[in-house]
């Protein structure tokens, strides 16, 4: 019925996603701590050259990069199971309104109304471009 509030399980399905997902993202956490760690305390092999050295550094780096994204999508997923925990999942964080349920659908972890998350957009390249200038 429209209009109707729904019940507790509103939002089953994206408590059900994000606990999958942040299952997931503690584990490739985990995985890439380990993969760094093994790249760090690796030797050098004898004989080694320049070209084997920034190989290594290449891959430290990558994993390092590859660590603070997930690590960033980690803190998405948290924020989201907090929000459903308080009672605020699915309502935007700038002008309070609903988030539209196909939107959460397609991004659990969405913070904003799609108008406000293309205002934030616009704003957010409006600035970079204002400081590269």
Excluded at 25 to 36: E, F, I, P, T
Excluded at 84 to 101: H, Q, S, V, W
């Amino acid at each position: 019925m429209p209009g109707k509030a729904r019940g507790k399980d509103e939002y089953a399905s994206a408590r059900k996603r994000l606990d999958d997902e942040r299952q997931e993202l503690l584990a490739a956490s985990r995985g890439l701590v380990a993969d760094s760690r093994a790249l760090a305390e690796a030797p050098g092999a004898p004989g080694s050259d320049d070209a084997d050295v920034a190989t290594d550094v290449l891959a430290e780096e990558i994993a390092q990069s590859l660590k603070w994204r997930v690590d960033q999508n980690l803190a998405e997923v948290e924020r989201a199971l907090e929000s459903l925990a308080a009672g605020t999942y699915g309502r935007c964080e700038d002008c309070g309104g609903k988030i539209d349920p196909a939107r959460l659908e397609a991004r659990p972890t969405a913070r904003r109304c799609l108008a406000c998350q293309q205002r934030a957009e616009l704003y957010e390249r409006r600035g970079r471009h204002s400081r590269a200038a």
